[in-house]
Structures are given as C-alpha cells and as structure tokens.
C-alpha cells in the first residue's frame, strides 16, 4: 500500500475482521494506529455485524411471496423446456401448457362449452383456479359450466372455490372515457392471481368468450393491443388464458385481427403469430407473406408499445417464411419510431441478401439459436 493514501473502506474491513492480504496486514495496522479518519472507520465497522443482527426487517408481504415463488416455478418450467416459450397451431383446447395463451376459434357456444371444458379440466389437474369471463349473452351457460368444472375429478376445496364466474366488465378494466385500460387491467389480473395463490391454488387458468369485444373495427384495434399488453405480462406468471372468438359471429378475417396476437392459434386463425418471448421485444412464428406483410401485419406492428430501448429486437427464428415485403415493414416501423431492429433468424429462413441494401433501420442477424 503506498504511503500517501488512506486504506479504502473494502480494505479496512479486511483488516477488521481477519482477512487482509497478507502483503498489506502490517502496513495497514501501522497507518490505522495513526489516523484518527481510519480508526474511526474501523470502530463503525465493527459494530456494524451487531447492528445489522439487531434489525428488524417488514416480512415481505404475503401476495408478493407467493407471486416469487410462482414466477421462479414458471421459470423452472421454462428451462426445462429448453429456455424458450411454447406456440403453435392447435386443434384442440386439451393437452397445452399450463400457462398457455390460445385464441381457439369456436362454431357456436355449444362448441365454446366444449373447448373450455377442455382447457378447464387441464387446469384442475394442475390444481389452478378458474376463471370464466363472458358478456350477458354466456352468463348462463358460464354458471351451468363453472358447476361442472366444481364437480370435475381431482377438484381441490380451498377457499374461494376452484371456478369463478365474472363478466367481461369486471375482468376488463376501462378508463372514465370508457376506453379499456391496459395498465389497470393486467392489474386487476395480478390481484386475483394473488389471491388464488394465497387460497392454495398453484395458479390461474382464464377461459374467455371474448367475441363481444371484436364486433367493430375500433374493437379489434383495442382488443389486439390488450392480447398483446396481456401476452407480454402473464408470459412470466402462473396464467392460462383461452381467448374463444365465434368465427360464425365475427367471420375469419376479423377473427384473424386478435388471433395473430397470441402464441397459441386454432389451424387457420391467423397465418402468424406475434408474441411475448424472454429475449425480444415479441416472437414471430407463422408465414407472413407479401399480402400478409401490407395488411395485418403492418395492422398488427402498430397495435405492439414501443421498446423500452432505442433498438426493437424481434426473434423470428420460428417464422417458417417472411417475406421481404415483411422485413420493408419491420423497417419503417422501427424508423417511425425512432429506433432500430434487429431481427433474428433462423439460417433456414434468412432473407433474400438482396433485400437487405434497402432496409437503412433493420439489421438481421441469421443463425440457429433457441
């Protein structure tokens, strides 16, 4: 140690408790027993073990534990299944993750009773709580199906009961102009995770007739930014949700609008799909193609926030094509908002190289990651 500095504070507390380099102990001690300005230091050091023992800290709260502890078991699940997040092309309700999010595509309410006995049943197996969301129109057959998935196999008794019934009103929170609020909502869904967490379930599952929500083009604008505002939170919870839209009642093209929001899609929803995903700011899977390109996924780029960043990282390593129609639309989304992309993909679906001269705020980046 040099003579004309004072021992720092990482140094001092070596020589306090027993552990100084062995270079550096003698003269140390001799420029303590000198200093005034060292010794001092040294009196607070020693009595900082007894002060931190004597503290008493707040218990975390108990909403904020459980939650923890279910964010490190979805976490426990994800790196078992490789790191990255599950989507796909669906037939059937059944057999998905437990914290899947899937626009199932529905004929008729009878075929909605039957997909969401399906996803409910998954979710009492895994001893989740579930939540049944619809307009006036489902009440009733919401309450007939909440008092068959009471008397399902393996039903747990906790407190507050395995099935809710809510309405769309209460599970969708709006602003005093009426207009849905993203934030207040995937609030209120934290709330009633923490209290299905601290009754005893191991999570949520939502099943939901969300066709009232897309009768109008300013509907489907609405609710395609809250699947996505929702995708990106409960990526990373405990929460199972099924969207159900009635293709009968809404017609393919607008189903398509909200469809292509969600990781998980009935065959023939949407071509792609834009999701929440842990190393990006959203996943791509699917085909986007030219028409695609100029139409809803351009529609869909405008319904995604704004990265926190100045660049827009978009992994597309699942997309089985994207055209370069799709990549010019990456690009002046990212310019229009200031920033640049950075869009991977897989060595298999890497862009024509020639598209590449024209597109001055995308980089892309091509290997076979996860």
């Not at 279910?70 to 993750?97: C, I, Q």
Request: hydrophobic share 40%; charged share 25%.
């Amino acid at each position: 140690m040099p003579d004309d500095r004072h021992p720092t504070t990482d140094e001092l507390a070596d020589l306090m408790f027993g552990m100084p380099k062995r270079s550096q102990g003698t003269r140390i001690k001799a420029h303590v027993a000198g200093c005034a300005a060292c010794a001092e230091v040294c009196r607070q050091l020693w009595a900082l073990p007894g002060l931190l023992a004597s503290t008493r800290y707040p218990p975390i709260p108990r909403g904020a534990s459980l939650r923890i502890e279910a964010v490190l078991a979805v976490e426990a699940r994800r790196r078992s299944a490789g790191g990255s997040r599950h989507e796909g092309v669906v037939d059937s309700a059944a057999g998905l993750d437990l914290f899947a999010h899937v626009c199932l595509v529905y004929h008729g309410k009878a075929d909605w009773v039957d997909r969401a006995e399906e996803f409910a049943a998954d979710g009492i197996t895994a001893g989740q709580r579930i939540r049944l969301i619809g307009d006036a129109s489902t009440a009733r057959i919401r309450s007939e199906l909440a008092a068959r998935v009471r008397s399902m196999p393996g039903v747990r008794a906790l407190d507050g009961g395995p099935a809710e019934v809510r309405d769309l009103a209460e599970y969708v929170r709006f602003t005093s102009e009426g207009i849905p609020d993203p934030g207040a909502t995937v609030a209120a869904h934290r709330e009633a995770l923490d209290d299905a967490l601290a009754a005893g379930y191991t999570g949520v599952r939502v099943v939901t007739d969300a066709t009232g929500t897309a009768l109008t083009h300013e509907e489907r604008e609405t609710t395609a930014h809250l699947e996505y505002v929702i995708d990106r939170n409960m990526s990373a919870l405990p929460v199972g949700s099924m969207c159900g839209y009635d293709v009968e009642e809404l017609g393919p093209d607008a189903i398509a609008e909200v469809a292509c929001m969600h990781p998980f899609t009935s065959r023939g929803a949407a071509p792609f799909r834009l999701y929440a995903v842990d190393d990006a700011d959203f996943g791509l899977a699917g085909t986007i193609d030219d028409a695609t390109a100029e139409g809803l996924f351009r529609r869909a780029l405008g319904r995604t926030d704004p990265p926190a960043g100045s660049e827009l990282v978009v992994n597309a390593r699942r997309a089985e094509y994207i055209a370069d129609r799709a990549l010019a639309e990456l690009d002046a989304h990212a310019g229009r908002m200031g920033r640049t992309a950075i869009v991977h993909t897989s060595t298999s679906n890497s862009p024509n190289p020639e598209a590449r001269p024209a597109l001055s705020s995308l980089t892309i980046e091509a290997g076979d990651g996860p």
